[in-house]
Structure formats: C-alpha cells, structure tokens
C-alpha cells in the first residue's frame, strides 16, 4: 500500500495499470451493441404501452355502433336458430368510450410509485418482467368484454402495466449504458412508445376488434422472448453488495473478453463509490433509510439530488403543459380543411414524422449534447405554436381573409413534429435518467411520472373546454408561452451531462461540492 492508501498493481507486461485501463476503456462495438441490444429488449415493453395508449383510436368509433364486437361470440346464432351463446354486446355511450381512454391514465399514476418500490427491492428485470401478465390479462380482457365494465378493468390494469414498464425500462436504459451511449439508449425507450401507438394506429382500422386485441397481445409475449436473457442492472447489483454478480453483468454489457478485468473492475468500484458517497450523504444529513429517506433527500436535503429533483420536475412540467396530448388527440378536429390535403392526411403524416423525428433525437443527442438540442428545437416548437396561435387568433377574432395562408396550422403541425420528439420529447427522458442516484432513483422517477400523467391528463381534458369557452387561440397561446419558458431554462439552467460520468453529473449540480477529476482506478 501506498501512504495515499491506494493499491498498485503489477500488470504481467509491465507497465501502469492507469495507462492500461485508459487504454483499454474505449468501447467496442461488441459492447456497445450489446448495450443497444438489451435497452431495446427492455423497450419493447414500452412497445407495450404504446399499443394500449393507441388502441382508443380506431376501436372507440366501432365501440359505438351495435355488434362492435364482429364477428365476436354472441351475436351469431347456432345450428337451427339457437339462442347465441351471449347476449349481443350493447353500444357504449360517449361518456362511457371517454372512461375507456382515460383509466389508463389513472392506473399510470397509482401503480407509478409502487413500480419504483417493487424495482428497488426486488431488481429492475424482475419486476419489468412483470408488466407483460398484466398487459397479457388486460388483453383478454378485453377479448371477452360485453361491455364498458370488462373494458374498464381491462384499461386500469393496462395503465398500472404501463406504469411498470415506463418507470423501470427508464431505470434499466439508464444504469446498463455507458456515459457515451446514455442519451441515445434513453431516446430510443421513447422512440419504441411512439412506435407502439403507430402500430396501433396503423393495424387497427383493418382489423377486426378481435383479431386487434389478439394481435397486440401479441408485443408483450415478444417483449419477454427477447428480455428474459438481459442481465441485471449492474447499479442495482452494487447497490445490494451482489459484487460478484455486477462484474458479471459488467463484463457481458462491456465486453470484458475484449477490454480486459481492470475496465471492468474499476467501472464497477466507480459505481460502488458514487453509491457509497449517497448514502453517506444522506446518513449526514439524517435523511434515512427507504423511500421515507429517499423523500426527505429529494425535498429538503440539500445536494445533487434535489436539485436534479427540482430541474427535471421543472422540465417535464413544461413538457407536459407544451400541448403534446392535444396536437395528438385533437388536430383532427382542430385543423381547417379546404387546402391541398384533408386534416385526417396531415394527422397521419404528422405521426410518421414524429415517430422518424425520435429515432433522429436518438442520433443527435449523444452528438449535440442535451443543452443545445433542447434549447434549439424548443424554439423551433415555440416557432410553431406561435404560428398556428396567430392564424387562430386572426380566423376567431378578426374579419381578415386567410384563405392565402390557409396551409399555416398544417404546416404548423408537421413543424410541431419535428421539434417537440426531438427538442422536449426527449431531452427530460434522458436527464432523468442520468442525473439521479441509485438510492433515490426508485422515487424520483414515479414521482416524475406522476406529475406528468396528471399534468397531461388536465391539459387534455381541459383544451376542449377552453377552446370552447375561450376559443382556439388561447390554448396555443398557453402552449407557446410554456415552450418559451422552456427555452430559458435550458439556456440558462441547464448544464450539460453528454459524456459525462455519473460523479461529474453529481458534481455539476452541486456547486458547493469541490469538483474534481475522478481517478481512473479508484481505491
């Protein structure tokens, strides 16, 4: 031992062990394939959640007409005129079809923090395996519903599933990617959700009710095919002193054949020390144990973890309030027809361009870096909602003649789907996966969810009435000004993480804290 306490090595070729492990920590394309390979295996349960938020969509409409469920059991009669097996299933009023779409929403909230809970104590693969039963019921569920209270059930449980599979395939993206490739893994969990609704969108107006439902039972069996060999978070592991497995885990995510044992072990003692250091942290400033302690950490301690609790809440406020859920859900009502394409086409490219726009964030955002990309395509999605705000404006509240500019909503729209999955669609997503520790991660992340799933479920529930009420305009004028507020953040607050180790994370977002280079074998 050395009188700094530190141990040397002796490597058998001679040399440092320092400039061997930089020399060998480059990654490989074996280990960042494997990286890619198991965030998309966890995604798919995203894929998952995609399918049931887009499922409403072609399905509400036959919902309301007799014999929905055709050519459903109940409705066709056996041998000799007799009686159906069911009685037919009865149409759904509008007030029922709109209980059908938003349960999902209030399952996402109350199974939010228990997913957090659950994942900590028992693990992230574990738990994230979970959520495929419970989307495999709910689609039976709805298989066998003759009416609203099956289908009921069936949404509530698909929103506690989803709850499961987006807070904890976050977790998983997040602590199974190294610093390069965490921004890219994170976008792509959002690309796979997006990709979900598109299959539904897609496959649902040519399909039976049935033969839909049978269908996307079909992503969760998929989704555990292809997690069930994923290994642990290595973070996790570390976290519950399982060292021996987290190296494992670590040597197969990093391709530890390739890069060698130091590589290895010293990624592992970083995570163990940024773990140990929280903890200690915590310990000082008598936060405690659990989620109790996790809460007193994130509200009232003082430190990197309340303010990434502070900055990410503030960002996925703005996201949710920047008018996503409506431009989604209602620009086919909204938008004027009588130009070159009908609302319905401009809807449909507006969400394949969306869908190539979050593929393009996970691109750009290990490239870019998150404070520029973020400040960038929030202006571009201020620019237009200013836009639609002002032709709105002028169309309800002025006698001007706007048949020359009649193309500004569409284009406004396709604008909108550009900027927003790149630019706040999925810059919030990353940092909230990067910026928290382990200890408390389990919280932050729920709470998170929370707070956006109330905040859109408002804001989609409230953009009819106000457009009612108020007219159009007011609600973009809402959204614009949300979206410029998003530019100051990020201009002025946000600071950049893009290839930074999780103690430099730590370290940028407490600025009392001495910053400092971490060794690159430490003790």
């Not at 798919?44 to 399918?51: D, H, I, K, P």
């Not at 390069?180 to 598109?198: F, Y």
């Not at 885990?249 to 890069?259: F, P, S, V």
């Not at 001007?400 to 997503?429: E, K, M, R, S």
Request: net charge positive.
């Amino acid at each position: 031992m050395s009188a700094s306490g530190s141990r040397e090595r002796v490597l058998p070729g001679g040399g440092s062990p320092t400039s061997s492990v930089l020399l060998e920590a480059r990654t490989t394309p074996r280990a960042t394939r494997r990286q890619v390979i198991a965030t998309l295996s966890a995604g798919l349960a995203c894929v998952a959640v995609g399918t049931c938020l887009g499922w409403p969509s072609p399905t509400l409409a036959r919902m309301s007409e007799p014999y929905w469920r055709w050519p459903g059991a109940g409705i066709v009669l056996g041998a000799h005129g007799a009686r159906p097996a069911l009685p037919p299933p009865r149409p759904l009023t509008p007030d029922e079809g709109s209980w059908v779409v938003s349960l999902l929403d209030l399952g996402v909230v109350l199974g939010s923090l228990p997913a957090g809970w659950a994942a900590d104590r028992w693990g992230r693969r574990p738990v994230l395996l979970l959520s495929a039963p419970m989307f495999a019921v709910s689609w039976m569920l709805v298989l066998v519903a003759q009416g609203p209270e099956f289908l009921y059930v069936a949404r509530l449980l698909q929103g506690l599933a989803s709850a499961v599979a987006m807070v904890v395939s976050a977790m998983y993206a997040g602590e199974v990617s190294e610093d390069a490739l965490r921004g890219t893994n994170s976008t792509l969990v959002a690309m796979l959700l997006s990709l979900g609704t598109v299959v539904s969108y897609s496959v649902g107006p040519y399909l039976t009710y049935r033969a839909l439902a049978c269908a996307l039972l079909a992503v969760p069996a998929l989704f555990v095919l292809c997690f069930c060999w994923a290994p642990e978070s290595p973070h996790w592991l570390l976290a519950r002193g399982r060292r021996l497995e987290a190296e494992e885990a670590l040597r197969y995510l990093r391709d530890g054949e390739a890069r060698g044992p130091l590589v290895i072990c010293a990624e592992a003692d970083r995570i163990e020390a940024a773990i140990v250091e929280a903890s200690a942290r915590a310990a000082s400033a008598g936060a405690g144990a659990g989620m109790r302690g996790a809460a007193r950490e994130l509200l009232l301690v003082a430190g990197p973890d309340r303010a990434a609790f502070l900055l990410v809440l503030s960002l996925v406020c703005l996201q949710a309030l920047s008018g996503s859920d409506p431009m989604t859900a209602y620009s086919a009502t909204t938008l004027p027809g009588g130009y070159v394409l009908g609302a319905d086409q401009v809807v449909i490219i507006f969400g394949v361009v969306s869908t190539l726009a979050t593929g393009a964030g996970a691109l750009l955002i290990d490239r870019v870096g998150r404070r520029p990309l973020l400040t960038a395509f929030a202006s571009l999605q201020f620019v237009s909602l200013l836009g639609s705000a002002v032709y709105y404006s002028l169309d309800e509240r002025t006698q001007v003649d706007l048949t020359a500019v009649q193309w500004l909503p569409h284009a406004a729209l396709v604008l909108f789907g550009v900027a927003y999955p790149i630019g706040l669609g999925t810059v919030p997503n990353a940092l909230q996966m990067e910026l928290f520790s382990t200890r408390v991660k389990g919280l932050a992340l729920p709470a998170i969810l929370v707070c956006f799933n109330v905040l859109t479920f408002a804001v989609s529930k409230l953009y009819e009435v106000v457009w009612h009420a108020w007219g159009k305009d007011v609600a973009f004028w809402v959204f614009t000004v949300d979206c410029l507020l998003t530019v100051l953040l990020a201009a002025l607050k946000l600071k950049e993480t893009k290839g930074k180790s999780f103690q430099e994370i730590q370290d940028q977002l407490d600025p009392r804290r001495k910053h400092r280079n971490t060794p690159t074998w430490p003790s």
